[in-house]
């Protein structure tokens, strides 16, 4: 039952950071956050390998940006949850 709960409050809070990125996105179109928007969208569909190859290829263009790496360590936390 905690775990529904939780999930429903996860997604709750990512819609409204992705829909916090977005405005961001529309003011600033070709920073990092259309990056960080993209891999939100993949870790939420559960599409792990495509969410990891969004953030390098943004950690590319983008190579010492804070929030990537803090969204890189995210991705890191989903791969370590799926393996385990």
């Known amino acids: 039952m905690w775990n529904g709960v939780k999930n429903f ?3 709750i809070g990512a819609t409204i950071a992705i ?12 920073q990092a956050p259309f990056w960080e928007l993209q891999t939100e969208l993949y870790l939420i569909k559960g599409d ?10 943004a950690l590319n263009l983008f190579p010492n ?10 991705v890191e ?8």
Do not use: C, S
């Not at 792990?48 to 290829?57: F, H, L, Q, V």
């Not at 936390?77 to 385990?84: L, P």
């Open 19 to 30: 829909f916090l990125m977005w405005r961001r996105i529309k003011r600033e179109p070709h």
């Open 48 to 57: 792990i390998t495509k969410a990891r190859e969004t953030i390098d290829k």
């Open 9 to 11: 409050f996860y997604k």
């Open 65 to 74: 940006n804070e929030r990537l790496l803090v969204k890189l360590k995210r």
């Open 77 to 84: 936390e989903h791969e370590r949850g799926i393996r385990q």
